[in-house]
């Protein structure tokens, strides 16, 4: 495995001991890269590993294959700020997505440093030798294998990556069809002339629709109750303009910001007027529709703008598939399948040849690795978040968890700088752990994610907490973060350091 010198060793080094290295990071997909390329960048003598359970890297744009598969935040924002995204779409494929993701890695050379096939099922943390050992299974072999290293960095996002959600539908097995959930799509799946219902509201459904649309029958999208739905832009006019006269990097510096600011006064603003907000969606929308086509109930939610997130469709092109006649919404509630299709709430039997059940993913914390802190098992929804990226109680450990109001790696790279301060403030006054304690007394503890999505809610219990207190908070304003983790001191009286001795860990 991964050597300080970054040196790869034999066969017979590797098993003669476990593997040690500075720094493990836990999952090779965009914050995994992201964190081992700021390792490289900034800590040229850490050591570091990324333990992979899947065979190829890339995260969530390497295991979905739906059609359409996209981004729903431009590349500007949701790309790495010292790689510029180049390519002339902002609202890019996921192809393309993957691509940028495994050349960076490529670029930064941390691509030799992934062990794939590798998933981590337990972490313990001993204060007496101030290191994590960690233990993981070979995914094809079955067997095990174990790591330590000083920190632990867990990529891993929130998402079930074996599972998605589907609801228990009466009848289901009587379909005689095809039913597939987007999160496992069958790479032989022809929808060619096919009639397809697509059975959701959120950023998948909207995207499977147009794409499948092009090649199907007909796209229905059915839904129980409607999400905003936006038109933009997939290209950035701006980004281009800037290209041609700054120069690529300078350029994207200028346009991430640019897209900062918008986003972050588009949220703000449908928070503070919801009515302005849902008046500018509906006008925009109505740009994009046939003159007279009903926006109730299809594209009437009963919340307000940001109480979920936005689902974004580049170019209008849900509307303009609607328009097409090659795709309908209906809002309904599924009764029961038959044999030929869906019969609704209503009475009404949608007929179909391929259902996709686009109802959601389950949510999954840290991967499912289970922790334990000198024996103990951390009780994980009994600790809480500080900073949005450290547990209380938990020596050493770090996570990278993004926005959900505005694009996901904004944050995680804010998270992978601060963690990068601290772990080389730490080597300069000779610390070898750091611990967050508990959250100030008085503090009211609330869910971590504090949104009222349908996987945000059903999974709440199995996530830490966050609190009331500053520092406690998970932010969604990228302005009060940058201050927090990127120019505040890294000592600020909350986190406790010490020494390792060889008979246990002294105060720093």
Same mark, same amino acid.
């Given at each position: ?310 689902? =974004? #469709?580049?170019?209008?092109? +849900? ?5 097409? @006649?090659? *795709?309908?919404? !209906?809002?309904? &509630? ?20 391929? =259902? #996709?059940?686009?109802?959601? +993913? ?5 991967? @499912?690795? *289970?922790?334990? !802190?000198?024996? &103990? ?132």
């Amino acid at each position: 495995m991964a050597s300080p010198t970054g040196d790869e060793p034999s066969g017979d080094e590797l098993s003669a001991s476990v593997p040690h290295v500075d720094t493990l990071i836990i999952g090779a997909g965009l914050s995994g890269i992201g964190m081992a390329c700021r390792i490289r960048r900034s800590m040229p003598g850490h050591s570091y590993l990324i333990l992979e359970g899947r065979r190829a890297s890339g995260g969530t744009w390497d295991l979905f294959r739906y059609p359409g598969i996209r981004s729903d935040s431009d590349l500007h924002t949701l790309g790495y700020s010292f790689r510029p995204w180049t390519q002339d779409r902002a609202i890019a494929d996921g192809a393309d997505i993957l691509r940028y993701i495994r050349d960076t890695a490529r670029e930064y050379a941390v691509d030799r440093h992934i062990r794939f096939n590798l998933r981590v099922v337990r972490a313990d943390w001993s204060s007496r030798d101030g290191r994590w050992t960690v233990h993981a299974l070979d995914t094809l072999t079955r067997e095990s294998a174990r790591f330590t290293c000083r920190f632990l960095f867990s990529a891993t996002g929130y998402y079930n990556y074996e599972a998605g959600h589907t609801p228990e539908f009466r009848d289901a097995e009587l379909f005689r069809g095809t039913r597939v959930h987007p999160q496992h799509w069958p790479g032989d799946l022809d929808h060619t002339d096919r009639r397809v219902v697509v059975i959701g509201s959120g950023a998948t459904a909207v995207t499977l629709v147009p794409a499948m649309a092009r090649r199907a029958a007909h796209v229905t999208l059915l839904q129980r109750s409607p999400s905003y739905v936006l038109p933009v832009p997939s290209k950035d006019p701006v980004a281009r303009v800037l290209g041609r006269v700054a120069g690529p990097r300078r350029a994207y510096e200028l346009t991430r910001r640019k897209n900062l600011l918008q986003q972050t006064f588009i949220y703000r603003s449908s928070r503070r007027f919801p009515r302005g907000a849902k008046a500018v969606i509906r006008f925009l929308q109505r740009r994009v529709l046939p003159s007279g086509y009903p926006l109730d109930p299809h594209f009437r939610p009963a919340y307000d703008p940001w109480d979920q997130r936005l689902c =974004v #469709v580049p170019d209008g092109d +849900l509307f303009k598939a609607v328009s097409s @006649g090659r *795709a309908s919404v !209906v809002t309904d &509630r599924v009764e029961r399948f038959t044999e030929r299709g869906i019969v609704l709430h209503s009475g009404r039997e949608l007929a179909a040849d391929i =259902v #996709v059940t686009a109802t959601g +993913l389950d949510l999954l914390a840290f991967g @499912g690795v *289970a922790l334990s !802190v000198d024996g &103990r098992a951390v009780d994980v929804p009994r600790t809480t978040a500080y900073k949005g990226m450290m547990l209380s109680g938990v020596p050493n450990f770090a996570f990278a968890i993004g926005y959900t109001n505005i694009s996901w790696t904004l944050r995680v790279g804010l998270v992978g700088e601060y963690f990068c301060r601290l772990m080389a403030y730490m080597e300069a006054r000779g610390h070898t752990s750091f611990e967050v304690g508990a959250c100030p007394p008085g503090s009211t503890r609330k869910p971590m994610f504090d949104f009222a999505a349908g996987y945000a809610q059903r999974s709440a219990g199995i996530f830490p907490k966050q609190a009331d207190s500053p520092l406690w908070r998970m932010n969604t304003d990228y302005t009060e973060d940058e201050q927090i983790l990127r120019y505040a001191a890294v000592d600020d009286g909350h986190i406790r350091f010490a020494r390792h001795a060889p008979d246990g860990p002294a105060p720093g």
